[in-house]
């Protein structure tokens, strides 16, 4: 016979945008050893509230950089900070302007292309 597995872990999470007044929602998770934060994320979407902004590509490959967010006030990819019971708390990256949840824009800001750059580059025009 299997065994249930109570274990839960907690997370605050930094919702909203920069136009709203901070607010921290909290959230728990089943957690087994082993788990990452954005295991946790990605069940909170799934189970929870499929409107939490997070993004990911590689997961776990620690390739894709996309994931990073601050956890307990550090810089962090969330695909690799282990999970514990204790509450965490995961913000969006500081210094970056924020999108929404957990989301910032990452892009360097010379790779950044103007309002009347974009269409013609999208048409192929140098
Ligand atoms: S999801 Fe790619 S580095 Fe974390």
């Given at each position: 016979?299997?065994?249930?597995?109570?274990?839960?872990?907690v997370?605050?999470?930094r919702?909203?945008?920069?136009?709203?007044?901070?607010?921290?929602?909290?959230?728990?998770?089943?957690?087994?050893?082993?788990?990452?934060?954005?295991?946790?994320?990605?069940?909170?979407?799934?189970?929870?509230d499929?409107?939490?902004?997070?993004?990911?590509s590689?997961?776990?490959a620690?390739?894709?950089?996309?994931?990073?967010?601050?956890?307990?006030g550090?810089?962090?990819?969330t695909?690799?900070?282990?999970?514990?019971?204790?509450?965490i708390?995961?913000?969006?990256?500081?210094?970056?302007?924020?999108?929404?949840?957990?989301?910032?824009?990452?892009?360097?800001?010379?790779?950044?292309l103007?309002?009347?750059?974009?269409?013609?580059?999208?048409?192929?025009?140098?």
């Amino acid at each position: 016979m299997a065994e249930r597995n109570d274990r839960r872990a907690v997370l605050l999470i930094r919702r909203g945008t920069a136009a709203e007044a901070a607010r921290y929602e909290r959230f728990e998770v089943p957690y087994e050893d082993g788990m990452s934060v954005l295991d946790a994320l990605r069940w909170i979407r799934i189970h929870r509230d499929g409107t939490l902004a997070v993004r990911y590509s590689c997961i776990n490959a620690n390739a894709c950089k996309t994931c990073m967010a601050l956890v307990n006030g550090e810089v962090e990819y969330t695909c690799t900070a282990k999970l514990t019971p204790g509450p965490i708390t995961v913000e969006p990256l500081p210094k970056r302007p924020w999108i929404r949840d957990l989301v910032a824009d990452t892009v360097p800001d010379d790779e950044k292309l103007d309002e009347e750059e974009e269409p013609r580059k999208r048409n192929g025009a140098r």
